[in-house]
């Protein structure tokens, strides 16, 4: 009589993995240089500006941010502020 043992193990039809097997996950965890930089020197903030000096500012193609961190130090400057 010859005799055949076959184990029966249910399978996980979305990974075709067997119960009680590990595989690496590929997915989460930290990734070097992932995110946010660290250490920057700026602040985000909000700004309300008239409708004329936003399409002034817009049609001439200037750096809004770089335009306007210029003005407010000329005017603290000016003022004697700084």
């Known amino acids: 009589m010859i005799s055949v043992y076959t184990k029966i193990m249910p ?3 979305k990974n075709n993995i067997a119960m009680g ?3 690496k996950k590929s997915r989460g ?3 070097e240089r992932a995110g946010r930089p660290v ?3 700026t602040t985000a903030m909000s700004l309300r500006l008239d409708n004329d000096l936003y ?3 817009k ?3 200037i750096n809004k941010n770089r335009f306007i961190n210029d003005a407010i ?4 400057i000016r003022d004697g502020i700084i």
């Open 11 to 13: 399978i996980f039809a």
């Open 21 to 23: 097997e590990t595989t």
């Open 29 to 31: 965890g930290k990734r």
């Open 39 to 41: 250490g920057t020197s």
């Open 55 to 57: 399409l002034l500012l």
């Open 59 to 61: 049609s001439q193609g």
């Open 73 to 76: 130090r000329e005017k603290m």
